[in-house]
């Protein structure tokens, strides 16, 4: 931080020195090897917490700082957290907001994540919560360290409280700055138990040092040499690869198997538990051979859903509304419009394919699972593990290595449970490590949904009505930021929750969930109204913005895209989104040429701005904002799983297309410092408008409007010959 | 049946007794403990498990490995040389060209080939090298530009 931070943290007292004692003290110094913790212990650990713990995101987090950091002899600091890195750049990011509010170096902070065993409890890595949420428990547990660490200094140079000054990881005099002592010297040898009655004030981003510098992704050494172990890394001695027997569609039953042939394979131990029949080898790739020998009869369904009438399915099962927003009254509205515009949006669902698919190892020793899984919820993964084997928590742990990639997929985590149960049952450590067509297969889908806009301009070309309703995408980004006299914003089902049993198969959260549907549906709905107004798509959009942030960034895009009034010539357009995702307000545009003899969309440029406040990494924030716009080019374009009465027919990338080099537009990425707002999310939100950006453009260019993602070749064609006719 | 095949792996010599059927990919996983290349997709269509064979990429999902009896195989665990990193392995860190890292080894490697055998490639020539690769967090600009950057650290590349 700038300066030096001298405020009086006293308020301190009692020092006191006790035996080593607690289990996960222990437990740590035998895992991590030397060094020594701060022990702090209050009667109501909680007592201090100045945000306080509520709901199930917060509500166990521990109130004791020692669970989020320990500082070692050698000075050097770790850093433990419940958050794991699925590339998206935690274990980068997390560490500077623990050297700011410590007053470490920065190089001097290691992580660990994601083990049960050794890490804070944590609801899970998703929602792009780990800055704005967790970063605020961990930047007050480091403050207080500090303070605590102060008192401590206090007591060891003997000066008064007000003359002490913290540096990089030492504490000194301000008049004799070489009277000092390190944060390591002040805690060695003992564990020192230490209240503070006020926890100091964050540091203001005015004095930010390491915050908000760039700094080299800590796991790209680990990355391009091999050295980085994912769940299916994990080499154990005596390990088995299990194969488990899938049906061959959701809802087919199991009438019978003939197993026998599957146990003729030399090497090979089978085991079945009801319908839970698993083949288990020492290679994968034979335990594979094995399962395929397994003579197996289902009973299949026949629901007659498929991919196209999926959507008068889910609207006859209509779940019960939820008002998320509402101002004015929709019949004033509907009166006072001279022009009423209605559109109804689709989109199917879409697959988080990422490039690992589940895989989970894990071992039962003298009555302990461990278990190495690729999931981004490894405490709720443990409960689950231990509610379903009949195990204490405590005699479960889940470790959390690198995970190739999640974008809300790696929340369920069936396969960690699989796992855990085969080795508990065979007594050997087992790894399953889904095939591509189980990961299809298994996945929780993007949910397909619909929205229906009614709006309605007045004389003048403003937006008075405003009637909107969303099926079972969910709420998130479906609020109107839109100044519109008369609206509201329905929720009929969402992602998660009881409108899930609609769906033929699994669904859950996908990158930004419900968000790239609403605003999808929302700015190309603008458009329309900005045609039927007949003012240009920016002017449209900022005269009816009051907010601030939004402006900015629309602005922003605007300056560096060369934003120009008026149609687009010949096949070429122009497209504009924006909206609000995890705190962070995010604009786009985008050039796309048509082809209309095709159908084929060829994105030449994309431009994000985005505003999300203090910015901790601004490359690693790029490098998200880089991700969503290439990843959201394919629910835009080319994403939709495709299937009848259960089965699945796109499993593997012969059929699912994800975007490829070749897509790649010009991607230029700016962010628009904001340093009155503390982080917001950087993981998700420039995905949002992807949707609506191309629809825009394709509007734009040829005035077809595509009311379904996403635009394949096929539908843009057919949007183009209604305009035709 | 069983047959004997041998190869250079990382610049050691190996030794496998078995079905000359079972492909490379999970020979060097399971039975080697060589866990550089990846299973993505096992149908040829990621990339992920991408090793050099005679420094060519190869997709070692498809690759019996009767094939590569007296070949030379190279994972990412064996590019760097004396603990020192390849020009490409560099170019992917400073320019940031990975996120989960799981496609990492896989871009590397079929980064070499390309680079091996055009050492001064366009943009377009890379983006169509690199076309099967897949990435699903989206790095792909930065994994364009870091081999942009590895072919003039290389000698080559457009200057």
């Known amino acids: 931080m700038a300066g030096e931070n001298s405020s009086d943290t006293a308020g301190a007292a009692d020092i006191a020195v006790r035996p080593l004692s607690r289990r996960q003290f222990l437990k740590r110094m035998g895992a991590a090897g030397g060094g020594l913790i701060i022990y702090f212990s209050t009667v109501d650990p909680l007592s201090w917490a100045r945000t306080p713990r509520t709901g199930f995101l917060g509500s166990n987090i521990p109130g004791d700082f020692n669970a989020f950091l320990k500082i070692g002899l050698d000075n050097r600091v770790m850093l433990y957290t419940g958050k794991i890195e699925m590339g998206q750049g935690s274990m980068t990011s997390l560490p500077q907001l623990l050297a700011e509010e410590l007053d470490v170096d920065y190089e001097m902070v290691d992580i660990l994540l994601g083990d049960t065993d050794l890490c804070p409890w944590d609801a899970g890595t998703f929602g792009s919560l780990s800055i704005r949420h967790f970063g605020i428990f961990l930047r007050e547990a480091a403050s207080e360290a500090k303070g605590v660490l102060k008192a401590l200094a206090k007591e060891h140079l003997k000066i008064p409280a007000s003359r002490l000054v913290t540096r990089k990881g030492v504490v000194f005099d301000r008049a004799k700055p070489e009277h000092r002592v390190t944060y390591g010297a002040l805690t060695r040898g003992q564990v020192i138990e230490k209240h503070l009655e006020t926890v100091p004030p964050l540091t ?50 199991l009438t019978g198997a003939d197993i026998k042939k599957a146990g003729a394979v030399d090497g090979v131990q089978v085991v079945r538990e009801g319908d839970f029949i698993a083949v288990l080898h020492e290679h994968p ?49 509907q009166r006072m419009a001279s022009e009423i515009v209605e559109e109804t949006y689709y989109n199917s669902y879409v697959a988080h394919a990422p490039m690992e698919p589940h895989t989970a190892t894990a071992v039962m020793k003298d009555g302990k699972l461990t278990v190495w899984a690729s999931t981004q919820t490894p405490f709720p993964v443990r409960a689950r593990i231990a509610g379903r084997l009949k195990l204490p928590e405590d005699q479960v742990r889940v470790i959390t290595p690198y995970v190739g990639g999640g974008f809300g997929g790696k929340s369920a985590s069936q396969q960690a449970l699989e796992a855990a149960r085969l080795a508990k049952r065979t007594g050997r450590p087992v790894q399953v490590a889904w095939s591509r067509a189980e990961e299809f297969f298994y996945d929780t889908f993007r949910p397909a949904a619909v929205v229906n806009i009614k709006s309605g301009l007045d004389r003048s070309g403003r937006m008075v009505l405003w009637n909107y309703d969303v099926y079972y995408a969910g709420q998130r980004g479906c609020e109107l930021y839109y100044d519109v006299p008369h609206h509201r914003e329905t929720v009929f089902g969402r992602w998660r929750g009881s409108a899930r049993k609609n769906h033929p198969f699994g669904v859950g959260p996908w990158r930004a969930p419900a968000n790239n549907t609403n605003t999808y549906a929302r700015e190309l709905h603008l458009n329309l109204m900005a045609s039927k107004a007949g003012v240009d798509p920016l002017a449209f959009r900022l005269m009816h913005l009051t907010d601030k942030r939004m402006i900015r960034v629309l602005k922003a895009a605007a300056e560096r895209f060369g934003w120009k009034s008026g149609k687009t010539p010949g096949k070429r357009g122009y497209g504009i989104a924006c909206g609000i995702d995890a705190g962070t307000y995010v604009a786009l545009m985008a050039e796309v040429d048509v082809d209309t003899g095709t159908g084929n969309l ?25 991700g969503c716009i ?61 949707g609506g950006v191309l629809a825009t453009a394709v509007y734009d260019a040829v005035g077809a409007k595509l009311l379904e993602l996403p635009m394949t070749p096929d539908r843009v064609r057919k949007a183009v010959e209604r305009v035709k006719s | 049946m069983i047959e004997t095949i041998r190869f250079r792996l990382n610049d050691k010599p190996v030794l496998i007794r078995g079905d000359g059927e079972r492909l490379l990919l999970w020979v060097l996983r399971s039975d080697l403990g060589i866990t550089g290349p990846k299973y993505g997709c096992g149908i040829g269509a990621c990339g992920s498990c991408t090793v050099l064979v005679d420094g060519m990429a190869v997709l070692s999902c498809q690759t019996p490995v009767r094939e590569i009896d007296g070949s030379s195989v190279t994972t990412i665990e064996g590019l760097a040389t004396n603990g020192s990193l390849h020009p490409i392995q560099k170019a992917f860190i400073e320019h940031g060209g990975l996120q989960c890292g799981y496609c990492t080894p896989g871009m590397i490697l079929t980064a070499y080939s390309l680079l091996s055998e055009n050492p001064n490639p366009s943009r377009e020539e890379i983006v169509e090298g690199m076309e099967n690769n897949l990435c699903r967090c989206g790095a792909h600009v930065r994994i364009v530009r870091a081999i942009e950057t590895a072919a003039r650290e290389m000698g080559g590349g457009k200057k």
Not at chain 1, 633 to 651: N, P, Q, S, V, W
């Open chain 1, 204 to 253: 203001p981003p005015a004095d930010f040092e390491i915050i908000g510098r760039t700094v080299p992704r800590r796991d790209a050494v680990d990355k391009v040499t091999g050295a980085a172990r994912y769940a299916g890394d994990i080499r154990l001695p005596g390990m088995l690869h299990a194969k488990i027997l899938r049906p061959p569609a959701h809802g087919a039953k």
């Open chain 1, 630 to 690: 290439t990843m959201g080019l394919g629910y835009a374009l080319a994403e939709e799983i495709h299937f009848k009465d259960g089965e699945i027919f796109d499993l593997n990338f012969d059929t699912y297309t994800i975007p490829t080099f070749s897509w790649l537009p010009k991607i230029e990425t700016i962010i628009l410092e904001n340093p009155h707002v503390p982080p917001q999310g950087g993981g998700e939100p420039a995905i949002i408008g992807m």
């Open chain 1, 285 to 333: 790739d034979v335990a594979e051979a094995g399962l395929a020998r397994i003579e197996a009869r289902f009973d299949r369904p026949v629901t007659g859903i498929d991919d196209k009438t999926i959507f008068d399915h889910l609207l006859k099962s209509k779940p019960k509304p939820e008002i998320a927003s509402t101002g004015g009254d929709l019949n004033t509205g």
């Open chain 1, 602 to 626: 060829d994105v030449k440029r994309v431009v994000c701005a985005q505003d999300m406040g203090v910015v901790v990494n601004p490359d690693g924030a790029k490098m998200q904002m880089e």
